[in-house]
């Protein structure tokens, strides 16, 4: 069964940085295409950034320049840096590991983050 785990919300000034983690396990990571999503107050969830089995990334246009994907195969984790975050950062950030192969669907539970102004 693969479980999904988010880590490294917080609250955090504008401007300021955090680094979100996705860890997964019970599945071949490297096999795992990874997407951050996040829902505001109030918002509809939404697309932040992706990265492919290959490294290929995509990014969601309101965090294009100031968020950065990766991920590390050999600790089956992939990561979020998000510099410069604003009050609209604010939200659940969600992590998806979908696998390139079965197609299967894992979703972590959220983890939190609170942008100041």
């Known amino acids: 069964q693969v479980q999904v785990v988010e880590s490294g919300g917080g609250l955090v000034q504008a401007g300021g940085s955090l680094r979100l983690s996705c860890a997964v396990s019970g599945s071949t990571f490297r096999f795992m295409i990874i997407g951050w999503y996040r829902q505001g107050p109030g918002k509809q969830r939404e697309f932040v950034a992706g990265?492919?089995?290959?490294?290929?990334?995509v990014y969601g246009d309101s965090v294009k320049g100031r968020f950065t994907i990766s991920r590390d195969n050999a600790r089956n984790t992939a990561y979020l840096q998000m510099n410069t975050l604003k009050p609209d950062d604010t939200a659940v950030y969600y992590c998806?590991?979908?696998?390139?192969?079965?197609?299967?669907?894992?979703w972590g539970q959220g983890t939190r983050v609170t942008v100041s102004s």
């Open positions: 998806n590991a979908h696998h390139s192969v079965s197609a299967n669907d894992t």
């Open positions: 990265i492919q089995v290959t490294g290929q990334t």
